[in-house]
């Protein structure tokens, strides 16, 4: 991977456990990625395919015990948040890495009006108080488009759509001006016109922030809308990693490759099925030591029984900075 000197977070060798009574889970298997500032990154992958355990590994989100992060580095403009105590991480999570969750009704306080939460890491990382604290989370409404910006601050949860309540979740998250925000698939519960609303929002304040971005989603849509760089996951690894243009018009891991034919395209006749990707994604109770993906793949071979492949670049670009994928099987015919 890159040496991480222009990166505002650099990944190294990331690997997450699950102690459960039948034994371990290997969630999230020796990744490593790094984000440039002013970047989206897009993740993207199947239901347990390790998308937000990898994310919630990096600051310390997950529980523990069963979640056990048993190695790696996660460097924030060259520090490693990883050897943060809690406290330390606690700071990191509230003032330099912001993170939005799926559902913000669930993440929100019911019994707390929205001007307490986006004021709440306001008072405890940026130190401001009273008439302050209240303009800058007026500030935060007006900049994620919430109209009446100072009486909604007055309001809870409940009186807000979902639309608005994800809204919400995102200026709370801007709070303390992060320089990285992670947002775990933010417009998979809301229906498709505010989806396209809280999309137009990042890119607006992408314009006007600059900050780096990672998108964790299902949908490849969106991601082709959005993201300037896409990594694929399964089985708890990245399998591929690819500026956004290339990845899909010039797709190598057998999985992103079922994975685009999923998508609906228009012209589509109405008649015709959605293709599916047959089977179940795996459940790892030791480290792969074989490709992950072989009892689905219909180009597996041998060696794919026998060796997990790593990533290696197919574009002459170092590991990290073009397109890399890990697979043994190569589209222009030969073996890897």
Known sequence: MPDGADAVLDVKGLKTVFRTRGGEVHAVNSVSFHLRPGELLGVVGESGSGKSVTMMSLIGLLPSPPADVRAGEVLL????????????LRAIRGARIGFVFQDPMTSLNPVFTVGNQIMEPLKRHMGLKGKAAEDRATELLELVGIPDARKRLKSYPH??????????????????????????????????????????????????LGMAIIWITHDLGVIAEIADRVMVMYGGQIVEQAPVRELF?????????ALLKTIPKLGDERDERLQIIEGQPPILTAEP???????????????????NPLRRPIDGQPLGRGHDVACHWNPEGADA
């Not at 403009?77 to 330390?88: A, N």
């Not at 030591?289 to 026998?306: I, K, Q």
Request: net charge negative; proline share 7%; hydrophobic share 35%.
């Open 159 to 208: 009186q807000f759509s979902g639309g608005m309540r994800q809204r919400v979740m995102i200026a709370i998250a801007l709070a303390c001006d992060p320089e990285v925000l992670i947002a775990d698939e933010p417009t998979t519960a809301l229906d498709v016109t505010i989806q396209a609303q809280i999309l137009e929002l990042v890119h607006e304040l992408r314009r006007k």
């Open 77 to 88: 403009k060259g520090v490693d948040i990883l050897k943060s105590t809690p406290e330390e």
């Open 249 to 257: 018009g010039n797709p190598h891991h057998p999985y992103t490759r």
């Open 289 to 307: 030591s074989a490709c992950p993906f072989r009892a689905r793949c219909a180009h597996a071979f041998d060696r794919c029984e026998r060796e």
